[in-house]
């Protein structure tokens, strides 16, 4: 539903943001209970929609999050949060493997996940749905 109105409806969990953030957060909450999801403008207004360059994460032979870690810590000169990147880095095959399981329909050649690498990673570990625009990829 998506409404203007006033809702007077209870709800288990309310999401306040339409972007890959909340979404995400509203379908792993959609699992325990039922979900508003609060947003201002339209729910696909949102930066995620315009992400182009895709998601990085340690999927690939070789690769490791520790790896991933590394680059990310090295790229950031000393501007990271190392226990941000950890999180990040730690969690990003398991946080891939949901989105496939999802329907995200990841790039693929020869039937494997494609895997960019560029800028400061030392492994391919880029993911892209529709070449550059990942963000504005709908679920199959
Ligand atoms: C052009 C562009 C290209 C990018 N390319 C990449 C890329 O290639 N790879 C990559 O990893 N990242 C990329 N990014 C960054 C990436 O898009 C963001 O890091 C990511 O989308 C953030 O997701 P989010 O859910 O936290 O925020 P958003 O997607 O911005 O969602 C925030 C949500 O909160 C809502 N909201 C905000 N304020 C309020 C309020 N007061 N009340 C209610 N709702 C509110 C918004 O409407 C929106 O729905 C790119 C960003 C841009 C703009």
Known sequence: MTTTDRDTTRYDYIIIGSGIAGLNTALLAAEHGSVLVVTKGRIDDCNSRYAQGGIAAAIGPGDSATLHERDTLDAGAGLCDP???GVLTGQGPDSIAGLIQWG?????????????REGAHSMPRILRA???????????
Do not use: N, Y
Not at 104 to 116: E, K, N, R, S, Y
Not at 130 to 140: F, L, M, P, V
């Open 130 to 140: 529709g070449g550059d625009a990942t963000g504005a990829r709908e679920a199959t």
């Open 83 to 85: 226990e941000a990147v």
């Open 104 to 116: 995200v329909p990841f790039d693929t050649i020869h039937g494997q996940i494609a895997l960019g």
